[in-house]
């Protein structure tokens, strides 16, 4: 069974950049695909981006250009990068693999 544990949240001005992580362990975890997903108050749950256990990766057209995703399969970590970060990027980021979901980690953007 899979566990997914979300850090590097927190406050940012607008403009500004974060990197979450997401640790990955237990059985098979080195070879699946990742992704995140995001929670605004109010808002249903999002989709932002993924990345397959080869390496290739996609994100939402709302973060295109300012948001990507990778992975190191030696840590057993998927890292979501956001630059230019808006207002509207503020909610919780989950992290999920094979219908697992980590506890999230909240992300908020001042203007």
């Known amino acids: 069974q899979v566990q997914l544990v979300e850090s590097g949240g927190g406050l940012v001005q607008a403009g500004g950049s974060l990197r979450l992580s997401c640790a990955v362990s237990?059985?098979?975890?080195?070879?699946?695909?990742m992704a995140w997903f995001r929670q605004a108050p109010g808002r249903q749950r999002e989709w932002v981006a993924a990345?397959?256990?080869?390496?290739?990766?996609s994100v939402a057209d709302s973060v295109k250009g300012r948001f990507s995703i990778s992975r190191d399969n030696g840590k057993n970590t998927v890292h979501l990068q956001m630059n230019s970060l808006k207002p509207e990027d503020t909610a919780v980021y989950y992290c999920?693999?094979?219908?697992?979901w980590g506890k999230g980690t909240l992300v908020t953007v001042s203007s």
């Open positions: 237990g059985s098979g975890s080195t070879r699946i695909s």
């Open positions: 990345v397959s256990s080869g390496g290739s990766a």
């Open positions: 999920n693999a094979i219908g697992t």
